[in-house]
């Protein structure tokens, strides 16, 4: 499985960017999905994930309400809508997908098998 993240960028705040994580190879093995990110300096922190059907979803605290977590049935692509960025969301932001199903989504990133290269979101002030 390999998952390619992209989307990232630079933008003022207050501005919005897209993230998109497309899954290619045996996607069948990959369940939940989700995105995490990393400061400078910083740990890994979980940000939004879905599971396989889009159904079940989670957001972290500073994500909820700015931030929102897609995938469109049929397709291996998961999409990350972040609105009213803030300076502080500058990270490289990871996609990552677990190789089996949970009753809620992980967010400890040590729990995803997968994970893409990650893409940088620098928003200024």
């Known amino acids: 499985v390999q998952l390619q993240a992209s989307g990232g960028g630079l933008v003022q705040a207050g501005g919005s960017l897209r993230l998109s994580c497309a899954a290619s190879?045996?996607?069948?093995?990959?369940?939940?999905m989700t995105w995490f990110r990393q400061a400078p300096g910083k740990s890994r922190e979980f940000v939004a994930g879905l599971n396989r059907s889009g159904v079940r979803k989670d957001y972290s605290d500073f994500a909820r309400g700015r931030f929102t977590v897609s995938r469109v049935n049929g397709e291996n692509t998961v999409h990350l809508q972040m609105n009213s960025l803030r300076p502080e969301d500058t990270a490289v932001y990871y996609c990552?997908?677990?190789?089996?199903?949970?009753?809620?989504?992980?967010?400890?990133?040590?729990?995803?098998?997968?994970w893409g290269q990650g893409t940088l979101v620098t928003v200024s002030s």
């Open positions: 990552a997908g677990t190789c089996r199903p949970y009753g809620v989504i992980p967010v400890t990133h040590t729990t995803y098998h997968y």
């Open positions: 190879g045996r996607t069948s093995s990959v369940y939940m």
